[in-house]
């Protein structure tokens, strides 16, 4: 069972340097903030508490 996910990103496609972990496997829904202007790109996994992790997700893409 997922029990958090990381939220990875950067302004590469390539290179997604930062890395947010969020706990609770009900949670749909979080702001990355601060960011400045720019293009970001994002992937997501989720991990359970035995320390598994999913494949990342696709990348996605948002310009600030």
């Given amino acids: 069972m997922t ?3 990381y939220i990875y ?3 590469s496609a390539d290179a997604l340097t930062q890395i ?3 706990t609770g496997s009900d949670t749909t829904t ?3 903030g601060n960011l400045a202007p720019g293009t970001y790109y994002f992937s997501v ?3 359970t508490s ?3 992790v999913s494949p990342p ?3 996605a ?3 600030i």
């Fill in 3 to 5: 029990v958090g996910y």
């Fill in 61 to 63: 893409s948002t310009t």
């Fill in 57 to 59: 997700s696709e990348l």
């Fill in 50 to 52: 035995q320390g598994i």
């Fill in 30 to 32: 979080y702001v990355v």
């Fill in 9 to 11: 990103y950067g302004t």
């Fill in 45 to 47: 996994s989720g991990f």
């Fill in 20 to 22: 947010i972990s969020v």
